[in-house]
């Protein structure tokens, strides 16, 4: 039950990451008049926020480097 919830408030975070790195790009954008550019790199950016939040997952759970 306490890994669900330590899980769930990883997720919860990750979210949370990824909306403020939204918001903040999306301004971004907005003032250089380039939304396509910011669009693309908040998906990037995102993505990269992602892999990240997956890899620190796996290593508190002791999965990296066990394959």
Known sequence: ??????RRSMLQCG???LFTG???FSSISVVN???WKG????????FF???IS???KHYK???VGDD
């Open 15 to 17: 979210i949370l990451t």
């Open 39 to 46: 669009f693309t790199l908040n998906l990037g950016l995102g």
């Open 54 to 56: 997956e890899l620190v």
């Open 49 to 51: 926020l992602f892999e």
């Open 1 to 6: 039950m306490k890994k669900t919830g330590k």
């Open 61 to 63: 759970m002791g999965k």
């Open 22 to 24: 939204m918001v903040l």
């Open 33 to 35: 008049e380039n939304l």
